[in-house]
């Protein structure tokens, strides 16, 4: 994709696909944004997708397809024991990852579920370059904590480095040492480093924490759900990487693993998700509690159509103009926000555009939501919908005072070929025209707060009449645009 220099000298991401199935889509007029987010209570999981335009929340299990995904589901084999399928999807497995035992589950967090399982004991630490969400829950419900050993400078929201998503190994080291090598379930390395934005670790880092493990006897995990952007960096930014294809990088980085495992929602493009090894005595530890959780070896939970979409979704993320295009569209989307002084993550990551609530709104306390209001906000200003990762995604503290958050993010995540340019566009023009008003934007608070994972069923009202003034300036400057 990089390939292609436009003549008049824009750099302009240039699809290599074409749109052949499409999905309608409605953008209602601003006062009638303003009602579905106030019924919604101010939180974007609650919207119905009908009042969405730009479905930005994730990129998980909304990629679009190939037209060999899609041909490929037709002869899937529904055979509960044996089925062909997933002789199909092993071997392809097998391929890429130089694995022999592979079990598949119904998604991402399943897998976890099992791991989690298996390998950790009460009492037991899994060091991780960073958590995610649904990883933490499980070590912790089996009685296992985590550390991150990630550096103070990944943390910053703007910065140069183009591996945030390293894991720091002289904090790896010393968590060792401190607890004792046998305190230590395993070590957990998050491709495309979700919840600092997207971030990337290098080849040359994953072998130096592999060579750490090895000194001390500890199993490696990677959690491969944003493998495909990981790679896409790999290639681009790692000078030992830039003549490898992407399948050479791939094998390398799978040989410095124990154990794989992937959400297929966002590695495959389709819904599903697996756990790949070459240690009978893992594969042996995890199979009971596969047919016990998810479903028979087989299937795992998963349609078969689903798992053929898979396999030739993980052949397709081999190629490197298939997996250029989300991080392409999310560093054009990032270098517009910066021409314009939109506080955003640097570097451009992968998964989405991730835009600094707490510099956009620094009149809105953390007690109030920046990133959820800006969530909002946007919502009404634009009819796109992203997540709030902040305070809001945070559990309370034991007394009842709030967590508040590193960092307070609104993620726009950019699912894999789904949207065109001139939407990203619109979508950018709608974010610089909120900048420049967001002196309008005020906090959000609770009026109906579940007491796990608020984010997702919490509703929350405006402190103020500020979505109001937000519509009337809108109209103001746009008098009669949607
Ligand atoms: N690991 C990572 C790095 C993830 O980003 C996710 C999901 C999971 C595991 C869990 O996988 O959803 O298939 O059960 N991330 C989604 C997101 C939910 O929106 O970022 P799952």
Redesign the pocket.
């Known amino acids: 994709m990089t390939e292609v220099k436009f003549y008049n000298g824009d750099n302009v991401p240039l699809e290599l696909h074409k749109v052949r199935i499409v999905q309608k889509l409605y953008l209602l007029p601003i006062e009638e944004r303003l009602e579905k987010m106030i019924e919604a209570g101010n939180n974007t999981f609650l919207l119905k997708n009908r009042d969405v335009y730009m479905d930005m929340l994730?990129d998980?299990g909304v990629n679009a397809m190939s037209d060999r995904q899609q041909s490929a589901m037709l002869i899937a084999d529904d055979s509960y024991a044996g089925s062909e399928t997933f002789t199909r999807l092993e071997k392809v497995v097998q391929d890429l990852f130089g694995t022999k035992y592979f079990l598949p589950t119904h998604?991402?967090?399943?897998c976890?579920n099992i791991i989690s399982q298996a390998f950790v004991e009460e009492g037991q630490t899994v060091i991780t370059n960073y958590h995610?969400t649904?990883?933490k829950a499980h070590i912790a419900l089996n009685g296992g904590d985590l550390v991150e050993a990630i550096s103070e400078e990944s943390l910053k929201v703007e910065s140069d480095l183009p591996f945030k998503g390293n894991m720091d190994l002289d904090i790896l080291e010393n968590t060792i040492k401190e607890k004792g090598a046998e305190k230590i379930a395993f070590v957990r390395m998050?491709a495309g480093t979700?919840l600092i934005g997207g971030q990337p670790f290098s080849l040359q880092n994953l072998k130096d924490v592999r060579a750490i493990c090895d000194k001390h006897n500890i199993m490696l995990i990677m959690?491969a759900?944003?493998l495909g952007d990981n790679l896409y960096f790999m290639k681009i930014r790692e000078e030992a990487c830039k003549d490898m294809s992407i399948k050479e990088i791939t094998k390398e980085v799978s040989d410095c693993c124990h154990l794989i495992y992937f959400?297929a929602?966002?590695l495959g493009n389709a819904r599903g998700?697996g756990i790949c090894s070459n240690d009978l005595d893992h594969f042996m530890a995890s199979r009971e509690l596969l047919t016990l959780y998810e479903g028979f070896l087989t299937y795992g939970g998963m349609s078969v159509r689903e798992m053929e979409a898979i396999a030739v979704g993980l052949e397709e993320t081999m190629d490197f103009d298939n997996i250029s295009q989300a991080p392409q569209f999310i560093k054009y989307m990032t270098d517009e926000l910066l021409k314009a002084g939109v506080p955003v993550v640097t570097p451009a990551g992968g998964l989405g555009c991730h835009i600094d609530a707490m510099k956009f709104l620094p009149h809105v306390p953390q007690e109030e939501y920046p990133a959820g209001a800006l969530a909002s906000a946007l919502y009404i200003a634009s009819g796109a919908r992203g997540m709030e990762r902040g305070t809001l995604s945070e559990e309370r503290n034991e007394d009842g005072s709030e967590h508040l958050s590193n960092m307070e993010l609104l993620r726009m995540a950019l699912p894999r070929r789904v949207f065109t340019l001139s939407q990203v566009k619109y979508v950018i023009d709608r974010i610089i025209w909120l900048y420049e008003n967001r002196d309008l934007v005020g906090g959000l608070e609770f009026v109906d707060e579940p007491s796990t994972l608020r984010f997702f069923l919490g509703k929350l009202k405006a402190k103020t009449d500020w979505q109001e003034k937000l519509v009337a300036k809108f109209r103001e400057d746009f008098p009669d645009s949607l």
């Open positions: 994730t998980s998604q991402g967090r399943a976890e995610f649904t990883t998050e979700n959690d759900s944003l959400s929602r966002k998700g």
